[in-house]
């Protein structure tokens, strides 16, 4: 059974630092997506990773896979307060099933 | 097209009753999913669609839980007999059946069962 795992589950930076988020996964996919959520508010879709060595940049954040090692990380470069907010990887079952499992979220708090 | 929508947005009701939730999703999408989060959670996969038919459903969903796709358009979701452990943020969310099968969410019904 496909399994998620994040961590850190918590993490509180300065302003202007840089941190790495890592999803881990159980079981092989070639699906991979990062949400970020804000308090009291739905997901909102940052990344979709779809092969191995695949890497994409929005402003401040970076996503990559790494399918081998099942594996995905969210860097964040010269963080902001307005980042603040909880992320969260979600895998693609591929066991013949188009569900997805979402990993226990990183939240997030950027310090001014 | 504005997206998914959820209704109602909240829900208050009493132990013991039935709630129902809609889920209307973007219009062409094929699949679509609901989902629970509790505080400090990801959300946890109940079930998903594909087009009418229900393909999947979570092995921890009680027989009180119950949803349905008619015609592959909006969708509901129906609990009985409400506990407080069914508190929670109820998201739907729908996918495209070609691409990235990215999935786009709802702004979720909250429940809260006293």
């Known amino acids: 059974e496909l399994k998620v795992e994040q961590n850190p589950l918590f993490l509180s930076m300065q302003e202007g630092k840089n941190y790495t988020i890592y999803c881990n996964y159980s079981t092989t996919s070639d699906r991979l997506y990062w949400y970020r959520q804000d308090p009291g508010k739905s997901l909102e879709s940052l990344f979709v990773?779809?092969?191995?060595?695949a890497v994409k940049q929005e402003g401040r954040l970076m996503a990559s896979l790494d399918t081998k090692a099942r594996l995905s990380t969210l860097h964040i470069t010269a963080a902001v307060h307005d980042l603040s907010a909880t992320y969260f990887c979600?895998?693609?079952?591929?066991?013949?099933?188009?569900?997805?499992?979402f990993g226990t979220g990183t939240r997030l708090k950027v310090l001014a | 097209d504005t997206g998914v929508s959820q209704d109602p947005r909240h829900k208050i009701t009493k132990r013991g009753q039935n709630v129902t939730f809609r889920c209307d999703p973007i219009s062409e999408h094929n699949r679509l999913y609901w989902y629970r989060q509790t505080l400090g959670q990801g959300p946890e996969f109940l079930t998903y669609?594909?087009?009418?038919?229900?393909?999947?459903k979570s092995r921890l969903l009680s027989d009180r839980f119950s949803a349905e796709r008619p015609k592959g358009s909006f969708s509901t979701l129906e609990i009985q007999r409400t506990e407080q452990g069914d508190s929670a943020m109820y998201l739907c969310a729908s996918s495209s059946l070609t691409g990235f099968y990215e999935q786009y969410f709802g702004p979720g019904t909250r429940l809260t069962v006293t």
């Open positions: 979600a895998v693609g079952s591929t066991s013949g099933t188009y569900k997805y499992i």
């Open positions: 669609f594909q087009n009418e038919a229900q393909l999947e």
């Open positions: 990773l779809l092969s191995n060595g």
